[in-house]
């Protein structure tokens, strides 16, 4: 049997293409090889975001080029980011690739693979197209959760941001079909779903009048399935936050309370140089309102430091940013010129030492803050989807709260179950506990 292998970058969406990618690999009859040195296909799912991704996959793909060398009947498939943004010279600067697509044309890639996954035909495919995969069979790792996609690509022009280059205009999958699959996974056992979009929540706006509706409207659609019992979705942009999402959050009971809400910088004048189209001010009030309207709601963001202009007075905003608003998580990046974005050109590009000193700062900052609320969860019952056993002591299990924060606890429950978990301790990362005994609801 022929074997496939599929390395993943990225973002969530990448992580759902591979989904794809895996489930129609295996419909053309090749297997998973459990390393890259058994597989006659292996697929790279790049992402492009910041240099260092781009770096990480060209260590990959010399590996996979000596793989080659030593085998050469495989294939090296290339998509995702990556593939995309390097259209124009991905074959001149890897010659050894086989196969470039782009995240708009996986629904292709069997038949460029050659049917039944003999033969291929060389060259660049299709790496301008863009087409929805979800009528695709797909792999999931887990059985319980699933990703679903709601939209692709992205109107916003955020100054830094490589992402609306490499996967175009923002398109919505038409609710009709998403409420769909969501159906089928519910019967399939799936218990969680995340919706994912560029910008999630201005899905619906370019649907056509007759189906036009917004992003509130699909997650009441959502909470009314049958069987699906906890909905996330990621990423929302600020300015697109608007109130009947919010109450949407606060009525469905199936929507978890958590946000990841990008701040990226505390600066206004940052804010506008990075064209997010909100301010300091707005951003804090918004996180009012979704705290006034969702009790005990948990908030994630992004932050970049050393985005080109930066003063010590802009990256002050942040911090402070962050302890007014109490962040339970944060991603942090260093500013990353990427080539083609408005930022790359913008003059005061920060110096790398600079970046990486604010970056510790900042880091600091959210881990202290992030185990002060972890802490505030401590003597509190939580409702835990069981994800497995804990990856450091095989003895206990893992899951995840409502509120999105990874639990390792002592318990009998099985991978998909819901149950309660009283908290005893807990660091900036994690909570631990011990499955309680189920309480009358
Ligand atoms: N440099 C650093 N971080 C970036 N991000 C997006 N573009 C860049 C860049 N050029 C960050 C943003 C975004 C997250 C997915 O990645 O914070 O929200
Ligand atoms: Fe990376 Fe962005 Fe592409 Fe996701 S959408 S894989 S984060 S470049």
């Not at 999958?173 to 919706?195: C, D, F, N, Q, Y």
């Not at 302890?323 to 942090?332: G, I, L, M």
Request: overall charge neutral; aromatic content about 6%; hydrophobic content about 40%.
């Amino acid at each position: 049997m022929r074997r496939y292998h599929v390395t993943t970058f990225g973002c969530q969406m990448n992580a759902h293409d591979s989904e794809r990618i895996k489930g129609m690999l295996e419909s053309l009859g090749l297997g998973e090889a459990v390393s890259r040195h058994e597989a006659d296909v292996i697929v790279f799912n790049t992402c492009t975001i910041r240099e260092k991704p781009d770096q990480r996959f060209a260590a990959h793909l010399a590996q996979a080029r000596a793989l080659k060398q030593a085998a050469p009947g495989t294939v090296i498939a290339v998509g995702g980011c990556y593939a995309e943004a390097q259209r124009e010279r991905l074959f001149d600067l890897y010659p050894y690739v086989d196969v470039a697509f782009g995240p708009g044309s996986i629904p292709h890639l069997a038949d460029w693979l050659g049917v039944g996954g003999t033969g291929v035909a060389r060259g660049r495919f299709g790496l301008d197209e863009r087409e929805f995969a979800g009528e695709l069979p797909m792999h999931r790792e887990r059985a319980f959760q699933a990703w679903v996609q709601v939209s692709m690509g992205c109107n916003s022009k955020c100054s830094y941001c490589i992402v609306p280059a490499v996967r175009g205009r923002e398109q919505s999958r038409r609710p009709g079909e998403i409420v769909a699959e969501i159906s089928r996974l519910a019967r399939e056992g799936v218990r969680e779903v995340t919706l994912l979009g560029q910008n999630v929540n201005s899905w619906g706006r370019d649907l056509a009048p007759e189906i036009r509706t917004e992003f509130g409207e699909l997650l009441r659609a959502c909470d009314a399935l049958d069987g699906i019992e906890r909905i996330r979705f990621t990423s929302p942009h600020p300015k697109d936050f608007r109130e009947p999402v919010i109450a949407a959050m606060a009525e469905c009971a199936a929507v978890c309370e958590h946000i990841h809400l990008p701040l990226q910088s505390g600066s206004s004048r940052l804010l506008k140089l990075m064209r997010r189209t909100y301010d300091r001010d707005r951003y804090f009030h918004l996180v009012e309102r979704l705290r006034d309207a969702v009790p005990d709601l948990a908030l994630g963001t992004d932050i970049i430091v050393g985005f080109p202009g930066e003063t010590e007075k802009d990256f002050s905003a942040t911090l402070e940013a962050v302890e007014e608003v109490r962040y339970d998580s944060a991603f942090t990046f260093i500013y990353s010129p990427r080539r083609g974005t408005e930022a790359a050109a913008m003059p005061g590009q920060v110096p790398e030492p600079l970046k990486h000193e604010r970056l510790e700062r900042l880091v600091e900052v959210v881990q202290r803050i992030a185990a002060e609320r972890n802490r505030e969860r401590i003597g509190l019952v939580e409702e835990v989807l069981v994800e497995g056993p804990s990856r450091t002591d095989l003895a206990r299990l893992r899951g995840r709260t409502r509120r999105n924060t990874t639990v390792n606890f002592s318990g009998t429950a099985s991978a998909g179950e819901l149950v309660p978990v009283e908290i005893e301790a807990a660091t900036s990362a994690t909570l631990s506990g011990r499955q309680a005994a189920l309480v009358a609801a």
